[in-house]
């Protein structure tokens, strides 16, 4: 029998991670309070399912009803065994139809065969189909007083709210790092499977909050490594997921370390880890260190002790504007990414964005320089750090910016503010601003601005929104402009121009070589 079946919780005591459940369910047993329909929302693998067969044994146990089943009676044994008459597990997504529930409609009716109530447990309650839906309605409306139904589900907005108005719900949440590698700790140590511990974080990581999928993985492994169980052994088993490498690489951005960062990224590449995955772990090992700055307590659910005391090190040394820059480049980054197609380019642009900060000309990155001029000394422990003051809206900041004087514009003078156009743009539409910003200008006329993208996929973006651009644009210069692009290449080493935005990779690149 497989280890999440074998160790499938037998009473409350036994479902773990979920206290606040088991305490009202426990109360509302003892005081008598029991409902005729319960709703169990929450992600896959969290105890739903058990939780709603321990309440059934609860209602149903000879000693009950009892918040601690014996689970050796004859009622309990039949309903752990499925051969109760009067406990019944039906699965929505198979029995979804409007003629199943007129069938469940009509066996309600009856009264129980040997138990003290009917319990229905309507698993992948979210499967019922609209009309099926409203056929199970008039039972919960009208429900005869031996029937209790407990209806489980993953996703509980995809079911009527007349459905949800009437049960009471309970939200089980995932299960915590440290929770389900305690657990799975235990089931190792009593099915003699020998695993060491950053494995066993390994599969907590993988599982995602679902104690099932971590003891599946966990029994997989066993049998894939027959021996000792390491942190090679799941990554052969399972694939690798980057996370470690995406650790590296926040390590490096941090410690400015330009050439480091790059051949971390080269060596994901070589080593086959998506560039999008690699981007999305960079962005959760940022999201770990900007929320260890504010309240470390908040990352006990997300991470094992470990890697909490490795993420607290690293932000005794980190601003929290910087990490709250280095999140808005990542996310820009994967966003730029899903448009362009090239994950790997969008990556180490936003890398040397990071690390070169003198060299981005954006005003986000003086911003970043000015602050951290201010700043003087690294940041404080975070025990000794006072409460930030909020920064000041972006969008009031670029207000007060000088408009240009009436009279003759100059390309020189659009250069000159062109990286405020581009921080406006991305305000109102981020997905654009990635390609604005690899755009070059290099003609007007007086009346009429030309920018040069490099390829057909940055010209084909902007030349649906240049309305937006141009709109940017006559609010930084107080001039309302036509805007023209082309495809061009940007020039070449040999023809001497300084880098604007579009060249700044290349531009860093040589400067690191």
Not at 66 to 85: K, M, S, V, Y
Not at 245 to 270: C, F, M, N, P
Request: proline content about 5%; charged content about 25%; aromatic content about 4%.
């Amino acid at each position: 029998m497989s280890l999440y079946r074998t160790w499938r919780p037998r009473t409350f005591g036994d479902l773990v991670g979920q206290d606040a459940v088991v305490r009202t369910l426990t109360t509302a047993i003892e005081t008598g309070r029991l409902a005729h329909a319960y709703l169990f929302s929450g992600p896959r693998g969290s105890g739903k399912t058990s939780a709603a067969k321990i309440l059934a044994r609860c209602i149903d146990c000879v000693a009950g009803p009892t918040p601690t089943p014996d689970n050796t009676c004859e009622n309990c044994r039949a309903i752990l065994d499925g051969t109760a008459l009067d406990v019944l597990e039906i699965d929505a997504a198979s029995n979804r139809g409007i003629d199943e529930i007129r069938a469940l409609r009509e066996a309600v009716k009856f009264a129980p065969a040997t138990m003290r109530r009917k319990v229905y447990i309507v698993d992948e309650a979210h499967m019922l189909t609209r009309e099926g839906a409203n056929a199970f309605l008039k039972t919960l409306e009208e429900p005869p007083e031996h029937a209790v139904f407990i209806l489980c589900t993953t996703a509980p907005e995809a079911l009527p709210a007349t459905i949800l108005s009437r049960c009471q719900r309970y939200a089980f949440r995932r299960i915590a790092v440290s929770t389900m590698i305690g657990r799975m700790r235990t089931i190792a140590a009593a099915e003699g499977i020998a695993i060491d511990e950053p494995a066993l974080a390994a599969i907590a990581y993988r599982a995602d909050g679902g104690l099932r999928d971590a003891l599946t993985m966990l029994e997989q492994a066993a049998a894939f490594g027959g021996g000792r169980i390491d942190l090679a052994t799941i990554e052969d088993a399972f694939g690798a997921t980057g996370r470690a490498t995406a650790q590296e690489l926040t390590a490096a951005l941090l410690a400015g370390d330009a050439v480091g960062a790059l051949r971390i990224v080269e060596r994901a590449s070589d080593e086959g880890i998506e560039m999008q995955t690699l981007l999305r772990g960079t962005i959760g090992e940022l999201r770990h260190l900007l929320v260890g700055r504010i309240d470390p307590a908040l990352l006990e659910h997300d991470l094992s002790a470990e890697d909490i005391e490795r993420v607290l090190r690293l932000t005794e040394s980190t601003s929290q504007a910087r990490l709250v820059r280095g999140l808005r480049l990542a996310l820009d980054a994967l966003a730029a990414a899903r448009l362009s197609g090239n994950a790997r380019l969008e990556l180490e642009t936003a890398v040397l964005r990071f690390v070169l900060i003198a060299e981005d000309p954006t005003l986000e990155s003086l911003s970043a320089r000015i602050e951290a001029l201010e700043g003087g000394a690294p940041a404080a422990p975070v025990a000794q750090r006072p409460v930030p003051r909020p920064a000041k809206p972006k969008a009031a900041a670029q207000a007060a910016a000088p408009k240009l004087p009436a009279g003759e514009l100059t390309l020189q003078r659009l250069e000159h503010h062109w990286p405020a156009v581009i921080e406006r743009v991305r305000e109102r539409k981020p997905s654009v601003s990635g390609h604005l910003a690899r755009a070059r200008l290099v003609d007007f006329d007086g009346a009429t601005l030309t920018i040069a993208v490099p390829d057909e996929t940055t010209h084909a973006m902007l030349r649906d929104a240049l309305a937006i651009v141009g709109q940017m644009l006559a609010d930084t210069t107080g001039h309302g402009l036509a805007i023209k692009t082309i495809i061009s290449e940007p020039p070449g080493e040999d023809e001497g121009d300084e880098p604007d935005a579009s060249d700044l990779l290349g531009y860093a690149v040589k400067k690191l070589r």
